[in-house]
């Protein structure tokens, strides 16, 4: 059972969250990305339209989850300092 159950909770802690936590911010850039997805589409159709929007999603969400992750966590390289 404490396998199932690490499932659910072994990503969201390796990323320094709750379960909870963590459906909240999946949630939030899930509303982010579909956002950016109409905006993408009535662009393609109306190129006056949503000119910068998709792209300024890119850097929001980026700027969200890599640019200000918790800097506990260790580097791909092992740092754990957080230094770039």
Same mark, same amino acid.
């Given at each position: 059972m404490r396998s199932f159950f690490g499932l659910f909770t072994n990503h969201p802690a390796s990323v320094g969250e709750?379960?909870?936590?963590? *459906?909240? *911010?999946?949630? /939030?850039?899930? *509303?982010?990305?579909?956002? /950016?997805? &109409?905006?993408?589409? &009535?662009? /393609? &159709?109306?190129?006056?339209?949503?000119?910068r929007t998709g792209s300024d999603q890119i850097r929001i969400l980026h700027d969200r989850m890599v640019a200000h992750r918790d800097r506990r966590l260790p580097r791909i390289d092992g740092d754990l300092s957080g230094a770039r």
């Open positions: 709750s379960y909870f936590e963590h *459906m909240a *911010m999946s949630f /939030g850039f899930s *509303m982010r990305m579909f956002g /950016g997805c &109409l905006a993408c589409l &009535l662009h /393609g &159709l109306l190129p006056f339209l949503f000119v």
